[in-house]
């Protein structure tokens, strides 16, 4: 089992910065990848950014060059920093991490979420 607690949501005004945090413990090994989601009101889930096992990373077209996920593995905590925040960027965020089951086959863990809101 792998455990996920996430820190730092909350109101900010647009043009603000917040810096997210997820913690993942427990069966840690075989972790491919951690992600921060965040599902808006009344949409989906979406991913935001992705850091790879091996430092690789990706995001969401609406947040490159403003949000930046970064890792620190002494502390097994991955982070979210997200500047220029705009009231688009209001959601729920949620830490992911997907590891590897089976050749090929992960297993996604999701942390309980934490609220931004990014006020105009």
């Known amino acids: 089992q792998v455990q996920l607690v996430e820190s730092g949501g909350g109101l900010v005004q647009a043009g603000g910065s917040l810096r997210l945090s997820c913690t993942i413990s427990g069966s840690i090994f075989r972790i491919n990848s951690m992600a921060w989601y965040r599902r808006a009101p009344g949409k989906q889930r979406v991913m935001v950014a992705r850091?790879?096992?091996?430092?690789?990373?990706d995001y969401a077209n609406s947040v490159k060059g403003r949000f930046i996920i970064s890792r620190d593995n002494a502390k097994n905590t991955v982070y979210l920093q997200m500047n220029s925040l705009k009231p688009e960027d209001t959601a729920v965020y949620y830490c992911n991490a997907a590891q590897e089951v089976g050749r090929g086959v992960e297993y996604d863990y999701w942390g309980q979420g934490t609220q931004v809101t990014v006020s105009s």
């Open positions: 850091i790879t096992s091996g430092g690789s990373t």
